[in-house]
């Protein structure tokens, strides 16, 4: 006997198709609700968009409410180019006036009107997608609620019988889901957004509330709008199933490869480098990542205390030319205070820059700043998150991290030690009252590697590891304050 499978609707929103397993029930109804500024029109456009431009399913956005040229911006904000579109008949953007005024319940009150236009719309470029925006305004003078129970049946059931895969959005009710509250209850899929403002942070987030005949994820997950359109982070994405890569990769310090057997990171690794504020975290970063594009490798920079100009500047002083490849493009910056989002947020701009940029290395600098906007608690479960996910994609990164002076250093550097593959921990020295620098790396999984601790200097020719170890003897590491 065949198993008969729910048939799915590709969104070609990243992130959503893989929390649907598959996309929206094709040839059903999808209700989209939510409140203002959370995103329902964005995301019902990227829907129709992708699924003219990637799946040959053209379609029709239908408005209520907005006059044609705010929707000509809407998209043409998201990169879509309606004009185009409309041209090669992949596209109909119609706006529906409808005055309240002018919506009397007197005799039958029926859709005849608009089945015919959307109809029309669908027939001429032969449309497979539909989004309907916003469905309380053609209720807006109907108050008898069997009538508009009838009429939300009959809209529902004539988009079925057409076998359209639509979305439907709504605005939240005071108290139900929908406005109406009948909504929900006639939709084969209800998808609920919501902006939410947590210490004057703003973040969206997706929740699939049902699915009728098929698994889905049911959790919260952040989502994104931005120029590249609209993408969700599920959970899901941060897993324990990524593979191992045996290969290895230059730190970009000869010296210090040395101490890693001779041979550097393991690709698609995560490495920690940590400590207190001069120690030199932010210049073994930069030689990590002039080096991947020495290689012809594409890396992401994402800073979250110094601009792009300023890196570039600071690191032209130890020999490190990060303008040119900048210039080239294998080097992208991604500069932004970490109050400047909420840490949903940052974790799905990440994403989608590692998505879009596709790089081979990236550099996280410095990581510690996320506890300005997040409990420690908070910014851990971020970080997995963060570390599982570029490891999945096989970007081999580097995250520094500030040693808090007012904390211990191991409870400081173990909140997200224990998450990374290699850790090399940068001290503060005091010989003959002479201020020095040295390091040493406590864990590198999978490898042979120096256990000593051992000085570095920062000059003019980069970071350099001295050859001669340390001796103990004469040598202490210098005790941060508070520790």
Not at 394 to 408: D, K, P, Y
Request: glycine share 10%; hydrophobic share 40%.
């Amino acid at each position: 006997m065949t198993a008969n499978f729910l048939a799915k609707a590709p969104t070609g929103i990243s992130g959503l198709d893989e929390m649907t397993m598959g996309g929206l029930p094709k040839g059903r109804p999808t209700l989209l609700c939510g409140g203002p500024g959370s995103g329902k029109t964005l995301l019902s456009m990227s829907f129709i968009v992708n699924g003219a431009l990637r799946y040959g399913e053209p379609g029709v956005f239908m408005s209520f409410e907005e006059r044609p040229e705010d929707l000509r911006a809407n998209f043409t904000s998201l990169g879509f180019d309606v004009d185009d579109l409309t041209k090669r008949e992949l596209l109909v953007v119609d706006h529906v006036r409808l005055e309240r005024s002018e919506i009397e319940e007197s005799g039958e009150y029926d859709l005849e009107g608009i089945f015919v236009r959307l109809g029309y719309a669908v027939d001429t470029i032969g449309a497979k997608r539909v989004a309907i925006d916003t469905i309380e305004a053609l209720f807006a003078g109907l108050s008898n609620e069997a009538a508009l129970r009838s009429e939300l049946r009959r809209l529902f059931g004539w988009l079925k019988e057409r076998g359209l895969t639509a979305i439907i959005t709504g605005e939240r009710g005071a108290s139900h889901l929908t406005r109406y509250g009948l909504e929900e209850y006639v939709s084969d899929c209800v998808i609920v957004l919501d902006n939410r403002i947590v210490d004057q942070l703003s973040t969206r987030r997706l929740r699939i509330l049902k699915y009728r005949g098929s698994a889905h994820g049911a959790d919260e997950y952040p989502f994104l709008i931005d120029e590249r359109g609209a993408s969700v982070l599920p959970i899901s994405s941060a897993g324990l199933d990524h593979s191992a890569c045996p290969e290895r990769m230059s730190t970009g310090v000869a010296s210090l490869d040395s101490m890693l057997g001779g041979e550097g990171y393991f690709v698609g690794s995560s490495i920690l480098v940590s400590g207190a504020a001069g120690t030199g975290k932010s210049s073994l970063a930069a030689h990590f990542a002039e080096a991947g594009c020495g290689r012809g490798e594409k890396v992401v920079y994402v800073a979250l205390e110094e601009s792009a100009p300023q890196i570039i500047r600071n690191m032209a002083s130890i020999g490190v030319d990060l303008g040119r490849w900048a210039t080239s493009g294998l080097l992208r910056f991604n500069a932004a205070r970490p109050s400047y989002y909420g840490l949903e947020t940052h974790l799905a701009k990440i994403l989608r820059e590692v998505q879009c940029f596709q790089p081979k290395l990236a550099v996280i600098d410095p990581i510690s700043s996320f506890l300005s906007i997040g409990s420690g608690r908070e910014v851990h479960a971020m970080l997995l998150r963060l570390a599982d996910i570029l490891k999945a994609h096989n970007v081999t990164t580097v995250f520094t991290e500030l040693v808090a002076t007012n904390l211990r250093r191991d409870e400081a550097e173990a909140s997200v030690s224990s998450l990374m593959d290699t850790w090399i921990s940068l001290r503060r020295l005091e010989i003959a009252g002479d201020a020095r620098r040295a390091l040493c790396i406590v864990k590198s999984r999978g490898m042979a590697h120096s256990r000593r601790v051992r000085e570095f200097v920062l000059e003019d020719a980069g970071f350099t590891v001295v050859d001669e170890p340390l001796d103990p003897s004469i040598t202490t590491l210098r005790q941060e304050p508070g520790a």
